[in-house]
């Protein structure tokens, strides 16, 4: 069966391990265009490109592993850094988005795909929003 958003919303979270067979890691670099900052993500292993110019490079690079099939931890570090800076279970991260605007955030929010038009869904991303039912339930620490 391929993995799929919709089974994402049902998945439990895989316990971080000390085992380094369930551990992706990924590079972040910097990249700018224009006025907007953004994070560009690298597989450490292959080298592949996998996002570019992200203002949430960690929850972002969780979706396409976990699209792939990848469960487990997702560790992130900076290009020419030897430790980590982040480490996140790929399947919790995936349904995880950052907000943040002129007036709200940085707020952890549940994450929404926009709609073919590149809008939110009218019910819009939702703080600490439940992920099956759409409601919201508080803003998350």
Known sequence: ???????????????????????????????????????????????????VGSRDPENDACRILFNRGHVGVLETRWRGSASPAMRVDIASAARRSVL????????????????????????????GGDFDSGRSVGALP
């Open 1 to 51: 069966m391929a993995t799929t958003l919709k089974s994402l919303a049902r998945a439990s979270p895989a316990k971080p391990s000390a085992s380094r067979a369930n551990v992706m890691t990924v590079l972040l670099e910097s990249s700018r265009r224009g006025r907007r900052q953004g994070y560009n993500v690298l597989d450490a292993a292959t080298g592949e490109l996998l996002i």
């Open 100 to 127: 943040e605007t002129r007036t709200i955030g940085p707020v952890a929010v549940t994450w929404r795909p926009f709609n073919q038009e590149g809008r939110l869904p009218p019910s819009g991303l939702i703080a």
